[in-house]
C-alpha cells in the first residue's frame, strides 16, 4: 500500500509524474479546486460547455487507488464518447474504477440509456462522485446515471440503477484499471458477470473498453489479456496515442 507521509511527498510525486518514462504528464489535477472539461459535441449541452470535477481527497485514505487524479486515458476515453467512436447512444453503459467520473458524465450527456458509474466502496471516493453528478448532469436527465460503490469481483447486484433490477451492460468502461496486477482477477470477475452477451441484429457487440496509460507498464498489460483470454474473452487492438501538451 502506498503511503504519503506529507503534503510535500504528495507534491513531489505529482511534479514527478510529467517525468517518469520521459512522457508528457500523463495525470492531472488538484483536489483543492476545480478541474475544467471542455465539452463540444454531446447531444445535452451544459453551461459554458464545460464540466467542473471535484476529485477525492484521500489523502492518508485510499490514496493507493490514485482516484485523486484525472489521467489521460479518461480525458481520451471521454473525448472518443463525445465524437461517437464510442457510440453509446440507447446502450446501458457500466463505468469500473471511475475516479472522477468523467467518461460516465459525457456517456449521459450523449444519451445512453443509462449509466452506472462505479468505484471502490471508500466513502470520500463514492460522495465525491455524486458531486461530480449534482454538479454537472441536468436535473432530467439525474436518473439516468446511478452512482455505485463496487469491489470488482464481489456482489455484482449492486451495480444496477436505482429502483431497477441488476442486468448486464452493453458497454463497459474502463481506463486505467489495469495497474494493479494482483486485482485482475477480481477484475474480470465482474467482467464476466456484468457484461452482456445480447447482440441485436448488425449491432455492434456488448463490448468492454480499455484505455491504458504507458505508465501501467506493457508487461503489467499482456498479464491481463492473456488471462482474460483464458476466461474466453476476445480482445482487438484499436490504437495508440501519443498525447502531446500544448506549448
Not at 37 to 58: A, C, F, G, H, M
Amino acid at each position: 500500500m502506498l503511503s504519503m507521509e506529507s503534503d510535500d511527498e504528495m507534491d513531489i510525486f505529482e511534479d514527478s509524474l510529467g517525468s517518469l518514462f520521459g512522457e508528457t504528464k500523463f495525470a492531472h489535477g488538484d483536489t483543492r479546486k476545480l478541474f475544467p472539461y471542455e465539452i463540444s459535441n454531446t447531444e445535452v449541452k451544459v453551461k459554458d460547455n464545460t464540466l467542473y470535477l471535484k476529485l477525492p481527497d484521500v489523502n492518508g485514505g485510499e490514496v493507493y487507488l490514485m482516484s485523486h487524479y484525472i489521467w489521460n486515458s479518461s480525458l481520451l476515453m471521454a473525448k472518443q464518447i463525445e465524437n461517437n467512436i464510442i457510440n453509446v447512444k440507447g446502450k446501458k453503459v457500466l463505468e469500473l474504477g471511475a475516479g472522477a467520473g468523467l467518461p460516465s458524465l459525457i456517456s449521459c450527456l450523449n444519451n445512453a440509456k443509462e449509466v452506472v458509474v462505479s468505484d471502490y466502496p471508500d466513502d470520500i471516493i463514492v460522495k465525491n462522485l455524486e458531486f461530480n453528478k449534482k454538479k454537472n448532469i441536468p436535473e432530467n436527465l439525474a436518473n439516468k446515471i446511478t452512482v455505485v460503490g463496487h469491489a470488482w469481483g464481489k456482489n455484482i447486484e449492486q451495480l444496477k440503477s436505482t429502483g431497477k433490477e441488476f442486468e448486464p451492460f452493453d458497454i463497459i468502461l474502463c481506463s486505467d484499471t489495469l495497474w494493479m496486477p494482483d486485482q485482475h482477477h477480481s477484475l474480470l470477475e465482474t467482467l464476466s458477470k456484468c457484461l452482456s452477451h445480447h447482440q441485436e441484429d448488425n449491432s455492434v457487440p456488448p463490448t468492454v473498453y480499455f484505455f491504458c496509460g504507458i505508465h501501467t507498464g506493457f508487461i503489467t498489460v499482456d498479464h491481463f489479456f492473456r488471462k482474460s483470454e483464458s476466461m474466453g474473452f476476445k480482445w482487438d487492438l484499436e490504437n495508440v496515442y501519443k498525447i502531446v501538451e500544448d506549448s
